[in-house]
Every structure is written in structure tokens, then in C-alpha cells.
């Protein structure tokens, strides 16, 4: 079992900043990848980024966020980051961390098999 808690949501002004963070537990030992997913009030859930876990490499980013959002892990403390910067109205979307039990960096969320509860992220105008 693994548990996934994201934390570092909140409310921005377009042109701000945001750091998000989330921190696995359980069989941890498991995981080969960690993504980020966003989702809209009332749209699907689409990609963010994602990174493999144990290597620091496959790093894959969705085209909306390339050179605005950075992904990046801390093993030691079982944790991964997505930095948030530039952000734009567009970006406002409950965000939710997941992670694969397998190498390969997917970009579709049925591909996932853990999933944590969501924070939210407000980017106003």
C-alpha cells in the first residue's frame, strides 16, 4: 500500500509562484514513477509532469506548462516537488499527485495506481 498527501495549494496572482510537494509512505520501495495531474471544475483530468522515481531522469512535461513548471524528487525524504512558476488563470485546478508501480512515464491517469486527495490551486487575473 502507498499513501500519497499533497500540500502547498493556495491562492496567486497570474505572474506568481507556487511550490507543490508531495510526500509518499507505505511500500514506497515499489514505485519506479511520480507524476502531478491537474484538474478544472467541470473538464477531465489532464497530465502535468512526471518523473521516475528512482532515477531522477524520464522527466515528461505537458506542452502547457513546458519552461513555467519544474518536477523534481527527494528520495531520501520520499517527496516530489513541482515548482510552479508564471502562472497563468488557466492554470487554477485542484492538483493531485499519483504514482505508477512500473518504470514507464505515462501521461494518461488510468495508468497510475495511487493517487492522493488533491490541492488546490487559485490563479486570479
Known amino acids: 500500500q502507498v499513501q500519497l498527501v499533497e500540500s502547498g495549494g493556495g491562492l496567486v496572482q497570474a505572474g506568481g509562484s507556487l511550490r507543490l510537494s508531495c510526500a509518499a509512505s507505505?511500500?514506497?520501495?515499489?514505485?519506479?514513477?511520480m507524476g502531478w495531474f491537474r484538474q478544472a471544475p467541470g473538464k477531465e483530468r489532464e497530465f502535468v509532469a512526471a518523473?521516475?522515481?528512482?532515477?531522477?531522469?524520464?522527466?515528461s512535461y505537458a506542452d502547457s506548462v513546458k519552461g513555467r513548471f519544474t518536477i523534481s524528487r527527494d528520495n531520501a525524504k520520499n517527496t516530489v516537488y513541482l515548482q510552479m512558476n508564471s502562472l497563468k488563470p488557466e492554470d487554477t485546478a485542484v492538483y493531485y499527485c499519483?504514482?505508477?508501480?512500473?518504470?514507464?512515464?505515462?501521461?494518461?491517469?488510468?495508468?497510475?495506481?495511487?493517487w492522493g486527495q488533491g490541492t488546490q490551486v487559485t490563479v486570479s487575473s
Open positions: 507505505g511500500r514506497t520501495f515499489s514505485l519506479f514513477v
Open positions: 499519483a504514482a505508477r508501480s512500473d518504470s514507464y512515464v505515462y501521461t494518461t491517469p488510468a495508468k497510475y495506481d495511487y
Open positions: 518523473i521516475n522515481w528512482r532515477s531522477g531522469g524520464g522527466i
